[in-house]
């Protein structure tokens, strides 16, 4: 899902960290002095991806766990 400017609508490149405050990269240079404050919608994609990794492989792991106590129940 592509995430829009909040003054222009246009497509955002940055973001206020933890807020919805989406910003495309010339009303970010506009109204911020230090874009090095906000973070890119591309790191914070990376991040969502690392934790959705993240639960999977726990969850991958779990599921192992209890196919293996099944399969060791006698019937």
């Not at 404050?37 to 790191?43: G, R, Y």
Request: glycine share 0%; hydrophobic share 30%.
């Amino acid at each position: 899902m592509v995430k829009k400017c909040i003054i222009c609508h246009e497509e955002a490149v940055y973001k206020i960290k933890d807020t919805l405050n989406y910003y495309c990269d010339e009303c970010a240079k506009d109204n911020f002095s230090d874009l090095d404050l906000l973070i890119t919608v591309e790191e914070e994609a990376q991040q969502l991806r690392q934790i959705l990794k993240e639960k999977l492989e726990e969850l991958e792991k779990d599921v192992n766990k209890v196919s293996k106590k099944c399969l060791q129940q006698p019937d």
